[in-house]
């Protein structure tokens, strides 16, 4: 039975590899987007802020009620 077990694994590797060689030509085409994301990074901290601001806006109102 392991030895059946290690050619099956052996098939597994072999798939894999085949895969990795897939993955190879869209990285160049994940590439452009990972500057998009960096400039995702500055907008989420500009958010933060605005959320500092809802919550002294929220407060307020909790002492009007």
Do not use: C, D, W
């Amino acid at each position: 039975m392991r030895s059946q077990e290690s050619g099956v694994r052996s098939q597994e590797s072999g798939v894999r590899s085949q895969k990795s060689e897939v993955n190879n030509p869209q990285s160049p085409v994940a590439n452009p987007q990972s500057p998009i994301t960096n400039y995702q990074l500055p907008i989420t901290n500009y958010q933060l802020p605005i959320t500092n601001s809802f919550s002294s806006l929220k407060t307020p109102s909790t002492n009007l009620f």
